[in-house]
Every structure is written in structure tokens, then in C-alpha cells.
């Protein structure tokens, strides 16, 4: 699947404690109904095998939405569930050998922290790029310090990828973020963490649109 940027509008990254009551697929298929563009199945302590058994009850609950759905870290999780690609940290598979294993028509996104981050990557091999943390948040607890607004700006100039920022975000950083020069936004908690996944996906994506005037 080839990304868009119109895809990274609003991505939902999830949390398997956060989602644990009402369960990873009904949260996810709320988001859905609410209007989340990308999905990016998160779950640092879960096994490979634990992670394809939930990217492929993921991806029917996604069929025909035209949402990525993408794993965190996990290159092999990604390849055997036959998922639209990846997300990487700094620290996970170098982005050469991910993409020949990935091939060319998946995704591949990398988080990003610092000036240097943002500027390492080859296009070839990357997608789009993942910007913060914004804000501090509960959701990664082992992140570097927050950047907010002015350095997400810093960091989103200094690319020509699509890039989509992550931490602490709620719907009034909505046209700060987009500002930035940011094609969307990543949360966690903010829907995850909601009483009513698809009305807080709904807030989310209605402050995103407003701010670049897109209703749609």
C-alpha cells in the first residue's frame, strides 16, 4: 500500500493496558467509526506470535476501510501477518535490511527525536516519520523530554517526508501540530484511554480538519 499523507491525519497508536477492557478490536473499530486514518498496532510486551494473532484480527476489522494498519518494531510480526508495514525506533532493525525483507510496496515509519534523526534517513527506505514526543506523556513513560510545539516545528522543517507527530496530543494542539508543518497526528490515550473511543476519535479528527479546512 503506498502512503498518503491524507493517512497519517489522525494515527492511532495502540496500548494493550488502555484497551484491555473493552478490547484491542472494539476500540479499534470505534476509532474507525470515528475517523482515525492509520492504525499502528503497539504492544512492547507481546511475542511475536501474540502480535500476528492480533495484527490479523485487526486486519479484518479493517478490511476495506483503505486504513494502513502497521506494527511497532516488529519486521517479522509485520511480514507473516502480511500487515501495510512497519514503525521503527532509532534503536530497532537498521532500515536497509527492514525494507528487504518489508519489499517495496510496504511502510516504513522511523521515529525521530532529534535534528539528526530527522535528517539520517534515506527516502528510499522510509515513508513517513514519526516527531516527538510533544508533550510529556503516561503512555511511553521512558521518553526523552518533550519538545512541544517550537521544537516539533524544528523538527518537521528539517525533512521532506510526511511526518505525523506523537505524545501528550489532545484536540486543541490539533492546528499547532498541523502548523508545525506536521501532516497529522499520533495518539495513544486519547482514545485509548476514553470512556467512548469513537466520539474521542471523532473530536480529534473534527479539530484536525477544521484547522486545514477539510470537513470531509
Not at 510526511?162 to 489532545?170: H, N, T
Given at each position: 500500500?503506498?502512503?498518503?499523507?491524507?493517512?497519517?491525519?489522525?494515527?492511532?497508536?495502540?496500548?494493550?493496558?488502555?484497551?484491555?477492557?473493552?478490547?484491542?478490536?472494539?476500540?479499534?473499530?470505534?476509532?474507525?467509526?470515528?475517523?482515525?486514518?492509520?492504525?499502528?498496532?503497539?504492544?512492547?510486551?507481546?511475542?511475536?506470535?501474540?502480535?500476528?494473532?492480533?495484527?490479523?484480527?485487526?486486519?479484518?476489522?479493517?478490511?476495506?476501510?483503505?486504513?494502513?494498519?502497521?506494527?511497532?518494531?516488529?519486521?517479522?510480526?509485520?511480514?507473516?501477518?502480511?500487515?501495510?508495514?512497519?514503525?521503527?525506533?532509532?534503536?530497532?532493525?537498521p532500515?536497509?535490511?527492514?525494507?528487504?525483507?518489508?519489499?517495496?510496496?510496504?511502510?516504513?515509519?522511523?521515529?525521530?527525536?532529534?535534528?539528526?534523526?530527522?535528517?539520517?534517513?534515506?527516502?528510499?527506505?522510509?515513508?513517513?516519520?514519526?516527531?516527538?514526543?510533544?508533550?510529556?506523556?503516561?503512555?511511553?513513560?521512558?521518553?526523552?523530554?518533550?519538545?512541544?510545539?517550537?521544537?516539533?516545528?524544528?523538527?518537521?522543517?528539517?525533512?521532506?517526508?510526511?511526518?505525523?507527530?506523537?505524545?501528550?496530543?489532545?484536540?486543541?494542539?490539533?492546528?499547532?501540530?498541523?502548523?508545525?508543518?506536521?501532516?497529522?497526528?499520533a495518539?495513544v490515550?486519547?482514545?485509548?484511554?476514553?470512556?467512548?473511543?469513537?466520539a474521542?476519535?471523532?473530536?480529534?479528527?473534527?479539530?484536525?480538519?477544521?484547522?486545514?479546512?477539510?470537513?470531509?
Amino acid at each position: 500500500m503506498a502512503l498518503t499523507r491524507a493517512a497519517l491525519r489522525l494515527y492511532l497508536v495502540t496500548d494493550p493496558v488502555l484497551c484491555a477492557a473493552e478490547g484491542l478490536v472494539s476500540v479499534v473499530t470505534a476509532a474507525l467509526r470515528g475517523g482515525v486514518s492509520m492504525v499502528q498496532l503497539r504492544d512492547k510486551g507481546a511475542s511475536t506470535a501474540r502480535r500476528v494473532e492480533a495484527a490479523l484480527a485487526l486486519k479484518q476489522a479493517l478490511a476495506g476501510s483503505g486504513v494502513p494498519l502497521v506494527i511497532d518494531d516488529d519486521v517479522e510480526a509485520a511480514v507473516l501477518a502480511d500487515v501495510d508495514g512497519v514503525h521503527l525506533g532509532q534503536d530497532d532493525m537498521p532500515l536497509a535490511e527492514a525494507r528487504r525483507r518489508l519489499g517495496l510496496d510496504k511502510i516504513i515509519g522511523l521515529s525521530c527525536e532529534t535534528a539528526d534523526h530527522v535528517r539520517a534517513p534515506d527516502p528510499a527506505l522510509v515513508d513517513y516519520l514519526g516527531l516527538g514526543t510533544v508533550f510529556s506523556t503516561p503512555s511511553k513513560p521512558d521518553h526523552k523530554a518533550a519538545i512541544g510545539l517550537s521544537g516539533l516545528a524544528q523538527l518537521a522543517g528539517g525533512t521532506a517526508l510526511p511526518s505525523v507527530a506523537i505524545g501528550g496530543l489532545k484536540p486543541g494542539h490539533a492546528a499547532g501540530v498541523l502548523a508545525a508543518g506536521c501532516d497529522g497526528m499520533a495518539v495513544v490515550s486519547a482514545i485509548c484511554g476514553q470512556p467512548d473511543p469513537e466520539a474521542a476519535a471523532r473530536r480529534l479528527r473534527a479539530a484536525l480538519d477544521a484547522a486545514t479546512g477539510d470537513r470531509r
